[in-house]
């Protein structure tokens, strides 16, 4: 490998470990906006959102996705589902982080993959490895065990998983590149997130301008606490393997779940214990198997016996 292959993959790695830090770091971002409540912080959100990637956008003069998007009505509507999807994950993730359910939250994430694949089963018709099989049904059975555990269903976890699941789905019907992407939502969710705030506003009760200019510039920068990471993903997407990038996104969760238990204090008796082993135990299933699947495609392409092609076919072509 060349100096500058190693150098690139270096990148690519410290990237990533960047963007799915920031991601496992957020909930300690969350609380410092208090007292704005959740759908306060979540138009604020997603209005600076749009403010900062438009920046971004204008310094590297990419716009022409822009005009090939608005010219393409069943794209466009994708994205509008995109948006509305990722507007429930964001203010449902920003409302647990605030009222002290950071490791359900983190719970939503670790089966995020679980219930990826399982939609992938049901709406994509896909077939699955026995392992993977396994991994589900072992997911399946730590929900029952966590409906136990917390006397109701995990009702955040589910709610993460699946919105953020879809989200996925339909970004890659969109395919978009993840900055793009997240320009094209947050302009359809940036005049309702403002109508919001100016009527918040009228009514006296938005905190932007009653909390003086710390506070103010704090909700502002949800924009950047959301786009950076992402901008990190998207520069590590295109230097390392997929493989590496489905290790690291465990990062994530891990980090949200040592924050909900060493930091914030959050209870953890024995019985939600065992439903978060029964996670992490499919959730190394399924690792392993995709690991031996990646390597057995790598063997084959490695053994595979080059066919030249005849001189004589390339005069006739």
Known sequence: MSGKSLGEGRTGLLNGFAAYGMWGLVPLFWPLLKPAG???????????SLV????????????????????????????AVAAAVITVNWGVYIWSVNSGHVVEASLGYFINPLVTIAMGVLLLKERLRPVQWAAVGIGFAAVIVLTVAYGRP???????????ATYGL??????????ESLAAETAIQFLPA?????????????????????????????????ALPLVCFGAAAIRVPLSTLGLLQYLTPVFQFLLGVLYFREAMPAERWAG????????TLLTADAW??????RLAEFSAPKVEKPASAAVDA
């Open 38 to 48: 959740a759908v306060e912080i979540l138009a604020h959100r997603m209005a600076w």
């Open 292 to 297: 031996r699947s990646a390597r057995r495609t």
């Open 170 to 179: 339909v970004k890659k019907k969109v395919n978009l590149g993840g900055v």
């Open 276 to 283: 978060f082993a029964l996670v992490w135990l499919a959730l």
């Open 154 to 164: 995990p009702w955040i976890s589910l709610t993460l998983a699946f919105s953020f």
């Open 194 to 226: 403002v109508g919001y705030l100016v009527w918040l506003t009228a009514q006296g009760e938005s905190t932007f301008t009653s909390e003086g200019p710390g506070h103010a510039a704090l909700l502002a920068a949800g924009g950047v606490v959301t």
């Open 52 to 79: 900062f990637v438009a920046v971004a956008l204008a310094v590297v003069r990419r716009w022409t996705w822009a005009g090939e998007l608005i010219r393409q009505p069943r794209r466009l509507a994708l994205v």
